[in-house]
């Protein structure tokens, strides 16, 4: 019998008479198929398994922490990245999975900038109100220290959808319209291209105005901050994983830091 402790508890967990474990033995403390312990293995998120005289395939404390790695990792950089880092680990290339880790991080800054851009941008407009004269092109442009031509390629680009006037031809902008351009401007200022801007218009469009996008707002803030705590989870398992990989390589080299409790599997 083996010890794990986690969270303060203890459990139990049968190991082999040799100290191997079965596939059966992984799935289950995960709640997986004993086919996605192989799918992991085949895909190099785990190490190759060992295998018995009778060619079953037998797991360690190793795979163990390798797989418990991995679960941890998604959450926090995605099914895709989490394999590739893993992937990585595995083949002994760690600075490659540092690498993707970095870029996992710098993806969650620039979406934290984003987040923080459009909140700025939208906190500068005001309700449509019900009761508005329309304007053309001219005016609005004036407005917003622009050029003609810029609402133009906007309109071209799906973010502004004025209607045209049924005798002159001429470009009538709605309030909503209008309230579009200033969003529009603002990001633009901010740096965001245009193809970055039309889903957040198409959102405010659809919702009818920026009212309703506050809930959408929480739910992004609430995400990017669970993908945050989720990368301290991920990295403290990895950390775990890679200094298991290390004893195994050198049993002998002193520890790094002070070496907890090996987590359960």
């Known amino acids: 019998m083996k ?6 508890r203890t459990t139990t967990k049968n190991l082999q008479a040799d100290g191997h474990l079965r596939p059966v033995d992984l799935a289950r403390r995960h709640d997986l198929s004993t086919q996605a312990i192989r799918n992991y293995e085949a895909a190099g998120i785990l ?8 060619g079953y395939r037998t797991y360690t404390l190793l795979h163990a922490h390798a797989l418990r790695a991995f679960l941890t990792l998604v959450p926090a950089h ?6 590739m ?6 083949r002994g290339d760690v600075d490659d999975a540092l690498r993707l880790i970095d870029e996992s991080h710098a993806q969650l800054l620039e979406d934290r900038r984003t987040l923080k851009a459009v909140e700025a941008a939208l906190s500068g407009l005001s309700p449509v109100p019900k009761q508005h004269d329309d304007t053309f092109i001219g005016p609005l442009a004036r407005r917003l220290g622009l050029l003609p031509a810029t609402l133009r ?3 071209r680009a799906g973010l502004l959808q004025p209607r045209r006037d049924p005798l002159t031809g001429y470009r009538i902008y709605s309030p909503a319209d209008v309230r579009d351009a200033l969003l529009v401007h603002q990001l633009r200022r901010g740096g965001y291209l245009l193809a970055q ?11 009818g105005g920026i009212a309703p996008l506050e809930s959408i707002l929480r739910d992004w803030h609430a995400r990017l901050h669970a993908r945050g705590r989720a990368m301290l989870g991920g990295a403290a398992a990895l950390e775990t994983y890679l200094d298991f990989r290390l004893d195994r390589v050198d049993p002998g080299r002193p520890p790094a830091r002070a070496e907890p409790a090996p987590a359960s599997f």
Not at 47 to 54: C, L
Not at 78 to 83: D, E, F, P, T
Not at 85 to 90: C, D, G, T
């Open 3 to 8: 010890l794990f402790h986690e969270s303060g």
């Open 47 to 54: 190490p190759a398994a060992e295998r018995t005289a009778s």
């Open 197 to 207: 801007i039309a889903p957040l218009i198409a959102q405010v469009r659809a919702a």
């Open 85 to 90: 880092i893993m992937e990585a680990v595995n």
């Open 153 to 155: 390629k906007w309109e």
């Open 78 to 83: 995605g099914h895709r990245s989490a394999a």
